[in-house]
């Protein structure tokens, strides 16, 4: 069982970020939740401390700046970050993102129109996966 | 000739044939003889088979007896009419052939003259009979002939004459004068197409290079025409001239010192083929672009509509009690229209991966493919979807032939004016080819519509009561033609008949089948 749980939220739209934010409140998740609008505002508050363990990434991949996946290589190859578990969360079904996402060993890879009306299923899987899976 | 055969004494005649037959093989082989001194006759004889040399004699002796002793000079006369033909076809002239027979005759006439004397003396009337009338009709006949063959050829130069004047490319025909000079090849025809093309030619007729083109020295023109001279292969070449034009050239050789040089102006055609090109290009970058626009821009314009079916879900719950029934009404319509907006996107965004998403092509039955558009499409009840007549086997890209066969069906149960339908599908090879036609028992589509219907964002019903985005029978077409088929829509008074034809078996690529 983990404390307060910390979610990096890192989505451009600012839509898909209410959406995330409204199914943790439906689901009544009291995890705090980031938010950032890419990859370089994101690397910034890791490195900056905001997002204290346990932590959890939701990650979108088409962003502005510095792409999904690049930003998976930075944390991976940051001793300090590396350990970060990042769950991708995309419009992209791309077989290429698939793989390449795997690659920087995300821990699971979710296209949002598989995820029912208002992301509802998101709510019930972190909702299981946080009490469930331990984080580091 | 008839009229003097009727005063021929036939009894010296049948005497002189007595002698012929008597002395058969000495005088066959005193002809023989001396014509073995005739070249071309000795290498015609040399080439014949020895059986055949003995059945032409047998023939010959045959005729001469048949003129002779039964007085019919039909076979002999077309004999000596052959041979006639055959000896001016050889080129011996009619004095070695006369020189032939005069020998014979040599041979022949001491035999006669050691007859007893009254017999002698009417074998020699029969021989002079003879003899007369054979080299009559041999000089007519060699005439005849000789100018049947001039004739010939004369037609014959008269054809590849007018081929020459007619020809669309420029011919010049050119003398080396005075070899090894480059300077001296004079320029002794052109046809008409030498004069049009190149202005000036006629007035060059008879001059050399050095004479009239000294510039031409400059070129690699008379090195190659020396060249072929010299006993080179043809030449082929391009060739730029000072005036940018470009000549396409080929020149060989004629006969000795004589060469032709054929020649064409190619420049508009290269100017046109480089147009080709750059047109061809273009188009092609246009079409990826398109392509490209289509797929991004309905990409891009379904992230909004999500966020707006969102935003409109969102109010809904947030504040569903408290608003009026018109706003909770004006709610559903916004989600509604997002829905077809999105429809609306998903088919352009079908349209424009047509041709460039199709599969490798595989091996299917018509009938299983019929089934599992059925399975999709799920009609309502009270409609039949019938597979008409046997299934075929085709060998192509499976979903772009699905998708076709989807929307014609689905358009058919879905335009339908009546609770229950009939949508027949019938198939026949045609050629390399497979014609299906899609028949529906429905209200049919008025004459004035039928061209509209293939048009993009076509429909015939408002959206509201009907929905579609009008480019479903725009994608069959554009699929069908992608692959080199035709659409075809027949519809008179109820029941609407769509026939579009699809290739039975197609290359590995589809791209290259197209």
Redesign the interface.
């Known amino acids: 069982m983990n404390e307060t749980v910390h979610v990096l939220l890192v989505e451009d ?1 600012e ?2 970020r ?2 995330v934010h ?1 199914v943790f409140r439906r689901q009544q998740l009291d995890h705090a939740i980031v938010d950032a609008k890419d990859g370089v505002e994101a690397l910034r508050l890791m490195r900056g401390g905001h997002v204290p363990r346990p932590s959890l990434i939701l990650l979108d991949l088409n962003l502005p700046r510095l792409s999904g996946i690049e930003m998976l290589r930075h944390v991976r190859s940051d001793p300090a970050l590396q350990s970060h578990v990042v769950l991708v969360l995309t ?1 992209s079904r791309s077989p290429k993102d698939v793989a390449d996402a795997y690659a920087q060993n995300v821990a699971g890879y979710m296209v949002k129109a598989d995820l029912g ?2 992301l509802h299923l998101l709510g019930e899987f972190l909702d299981k996966y946080t009490r469930a899976v331990e984080l580091p | 000739m008839p009229g003097r055969e009727r005063g021929i004494d036939t009894e010296s005649l049948r005497k002189y044939a007595e002698v012929l037959e008597r002395h058969r093989e000495e005088l066959n082989a005193e002809l023989t003889a001396t014509a073995m001194e005739i070249p071309q006759l000795a290498a015609v004889v040399a080439a014949m088979d020895p059986a055949d040399r003995a059945a032409a004699t047998e023939r010959s002796w045959h005729r001469t007896r048949r003129a002779l002793v039964d007085g019919d000079w039909t076979e002999y006369l077309a004999g000596v009419d052959q041979e006639g033909e055959t000896y001016a076809r050889l080129g011996i002239s009619l004095d070695t052939w006369f020189g032939l027979l005069a020998d014979y005759r040599r041979a022949l006439l001491p035999r006669i003259m050691a007859l007893p004397r009254m017999e002698a003396l009417a074998a020699l009337d029969g021989e002079n009979i003879f003899h007369e009338i054979a080299m009559a009709r041999l000089s007519q006949a060699y005439l005849a002939a000789k100018e049947r063959e001039v004739r010939k050829a004369e037609t014959e130069r008269e054809m590849f004459a007018e081929l020459v004047r007619r020809s669309s490319l420029g011919v010049a025909i050119y003398e080396w004068t005075a070899s090894p000079d480059l300077g001296s090849f004079r320029l002794i025809r052109a046809n008409p197409a030498a004069t049009r093309l190149s202005p000036g030619v006629e007035a060059r007729l008879g001059t050399t290079f050095a004479d009239t083109q000294p510039e031409l020295l400059q070129t690699e023109i008379p090195a190659r025409i020396a060249a072929v001279l010299r006993g080179g292969e043809p030449q082929d070449w391009t060739q730029v001239d000072a005036e940018r034009r470009t000549w396409k050239c080929h020149t060989f050789a004629l006969a000795d010192r004589v060469a032709a040089v054929l020649f064409e102006d190619i420049t508009a055609d290269l100017e046109m083929e480089q147009l080709l090109k750059v047109r061809l290009t273009q188009l092609e970058r246009s079409n990826r672009e398109l392509d490209a626009f289509a797929y991004v821009a309905s990409h891009d314009l379904k ?1 909004p509509l999500q ?1 707006i079916r ?2 409109a ?2 109010i809904r719950e947030d504040a569903g009690t408290q608003l009026p029934p018109d706003t909770l009404r004006h709610l559903d319509l916004l989600a509604d229209r997002v829905q077809r907006m999105e429809r609306l996107l998903d088919d352009l965004l079908d349209y424009s991966r047509v041709g460039r998403m199709f599969e490798a092509p595989g091996e299917f039955q018509l009938d299983a493919a019929l089934a599992g558009v059925v399975a999709y499409l799920r009609p309502p009840p009270g409609f039949t979807v019938l597979l008409d007549g046997p299934s075929q086997t085709i060998f192509t890209p499976r979903t772009p032939f699905e998708k076709v066969l989807r929307n014609l069906i689905g358009n058919a149960v879905k335009h339908h004016d009546r609770s229950s339908g009939t949508i027949r599908v019938s198939a026949h090879p045609n050629g390399e080819h497979l014609s299906i036609t899609v028949s529906d028992d429905g209200p049919g589509i008025p004459a004035e519509y039928q061209e509209r219907v293939f048009q993009m964002f076509q429909t015939l019903r408002p959206k509201d009561e009907m929905e579609g985005s009008g480019v479903g029978l725009t994608i069959v077409k554009k699929t069908v033609e992608w692959l080199g088929g035709r659409v075809d829509l027949a519809s008179v008074g109820r029941g609407t008949h769509v026939t579009f034809t699809w290739p039975l078996t197609m290359a590995t690529d589809p791209e290259r089948a197209a």
């Open positions: 739209n839509i898909d209410e959406a409204r419009t009306p208002g | 992230a966020d969102n935003l879900a969102w």
